[in-house]
């Protein structure tokens, strides 16, 4: 689903990726852990085709970046520690407008099954700048899904939640998951990446410094696994 | 080498089909118009400025009726130059605070949709703005504005300052100092279309011949058409990070 070889990224004289490789599989969830500074979020952005390579290629959904971007976004939803939505518009017309730009049918419909799943059908015509940082994250995580993409890639999704909303959203990103889609997240807590994902990479100084499955890899020691990576 | 795995149509297909450039760029109006029907920051704001300038001017010149009517076209111009760059900033600004721009940007849409939906509401904005601050010109300087030819004027003048400022305020809220940079940038790029609608505006008000004011019109409207081409052509890149 996601192939990506020998990927560069300069920012000027600065090499963040040092030539990453990275593949994901259709229905793998896999959780990209590493540093801060480490390339996490400039990975992604790339991937969802908010940046450009310097070097090296990329194809998601089997279809080509920087190339072919539009095909890719179509196939793709993102999630951010920002929530990406208009404050002065109620939870629906969000979703009416991000439908509208992805050019959903039957949005109604879709609409309506999306606020069932992040849970606040009862708030969807409230204005979302009255909704707290969990029910936006909720809600961006709904405006994410609504086309119904092939890959998800989550930034970070719990900067900024207490616990209760911790918990909130990791229902959410179970039932998301549990669709079949591809997800990619990046996280710097151990402990909740260990409980959703079924592969773990660490991005350590530009590149994929380790890569593990949930069965190669036993509960107790993603901690050591992922510190022997970064010393390593 | 990569190799071509199979091409995914599922989600396009089934749950969506491929947005065009006139419906993303509605859908992007309709947003920006609904938020601000909410909101009214950004007209609040355009439109206190608005008035507080021609009411500086109006007691700063203290004119008799005369030099009030040949000052005017400058005086107008001014105003809606200003109020219209406060707006231009506020709205790309509101994009960018809140992250929101990306949310647009991962659209598979031409982004083009992107300038063209923005161009529409904040030329709505200026417009709801001029219609409100002319009768109040009328008013304090005893001038009749109500001209269908600089009501036309007024028009074409708006669209071109918010064709380049459009374009313009999405390269400058991508810097730090997009406050200080958006009326760097704009003012000299706009000056062609700011004087010649101090000139037709002025003519119309004049009462000159329209063969003296077609000249400026012209040039009006050729601005229009070049902004608006160059902007289509270079959105994606001034956009892009």
Redesign the interface.
Known sequence: ?I?V?KLIKRFGMKTVLRGVDFDVQPGEFVALLGPNGAGKTTFL?IL?????PSLG???V????LPNEA??V????G?V?H????????TAE?NLL??G??????KLEN?ISEVLEMVGLSARRHD?VRTFSRGMQQRLAIG?AVL????VILFDEPYTGLDQDASSMLDDVLKSVAAQGRTVVMTSHDLVRAEDLATRFDILSRGIIAASATRKELSKSNLLSFYKEALAG | ????????S???T??????NLF??TL??A??DL???Y??RELFSAMLVFSLLVILIFNFALELDIKTRQSVTSGVIWVTFAFAGTLGLNRSMAVEKD???L?????????RAAIYFGKVISNLAFMLIVEIVVLPVYSFLYSINLFNPGLLAVILLGSIGYIAVGTLLASMAVQTRTRDVLLPILLFPVAIPVLIAAVKASGGFLNGDEFSMILPWINLLIVYDIIFVAIAFMVFDYVV??
């Open positions: 689903m192939e070889r952005r969802a085709s908010l940046s450009h290629e990329i194809r959904a089997g279809y080509r539009a095909a976004r179509a196939r793709l993102v951010s920002l929530p990406l939505l208009y404050g002065d518009l017309e407008f991000f509208r730009m992805y050019g959903v049918t879709r204005l405006r086309h119904d993409p092939d | 080498m990569v190799t071509k795995s199979a091409r995914l599922k989600s396009v089934e749950r969506s089909t491929s947005p419906k993303a859908a992007i309709w947003k609904t938020a601000e909410r909101s809140r992250g929101c990306d949310g647009l940007l991962l659209a598979p849409v031409d892009e990070e």
